[in-house]
């Protein structure tokens, strides 16, 4: 068996079915794992900035949550260099569907918040993003 994926079976205590590749970041590896619970994302980055990468990846995912405004995938696992959350499916991506995310994405930029900014620092990419809130 693929060190990797038995590394995966032992952090979620499940058999991986099916795990396959899938394409999109630049900065960690992606997959799409099938397990008899369900379908997940898995994201790992084995990079000095792997841990918080995902640090403030889980953040930022308990945030656009807690709104709920917006689709969030749960989390199933943060651990180091792995991340595992629930497949989304964004159906086709019709005309209608990009008004639907249009009109959802304005609805989380409307919650209000007591400063502009986000709370901590982040990434886009591999590049940190500091983050300073203002009032």
């Known amino acids: 068996m693929d060190?990797?994926?038995?590394?995966?079976?032992?952090?979620?205590?499940?058999?991986?079915?099916?795990?396959?590749?899938?394409?999109?970041?630049?900065?960690?590896?992606?997959?799409r794992i099938r397990t008899p619970s369900g379908t997940f994302f898995v994201k790992h980055n084995s990079e000095h900035i792997g841990q918080a990468l995902f640090d403030a990846e889980v953040l930022g995912l308990k945030k656009m949550a807690a709104t709920k405004t917006v689709v969030?995938?749960?989390?199933?696992l943060h651990h180091k260099d792995?991340?595992?959350?629930?497949?989304?499916?964004?159906?086709?991506?019709?005309?209608?569907f990009w008004e639907n995310f249009g009109r959802t994405l304005a609805e989380l930029h409307?919650?209000?918040?007591?400063?502009?900014?986000?709370?901590?620092?982040?990434?886009?990419?591999?590049?940190?993003?500091?983050?300073t809130p203002m009032i």
């Open 72 to 76: 969030t995938p749960n989390l199933l």
């Open 110 to 131: 409307k919650v209000p918040q007591s400063h502009f900014g986000f709370e901590s620092n982040n990434f886009i990419g591999r590049a940190q993003q500091i983050n």
């Open 3 to 31: 060190p990797f994926v038995k590394r995966i079976q032992d952090l979620i205590q499940e058999d991986v079915l099916e795990m396959r590749s899938v394409h999109g970041g630049s900065v960690s590896e992606a997959y």
């Open 82 to 96: 792995l991340l595992i959350i629930d497949w989304v499916d964004t159906g086709r991506q019709t005309a209608v």
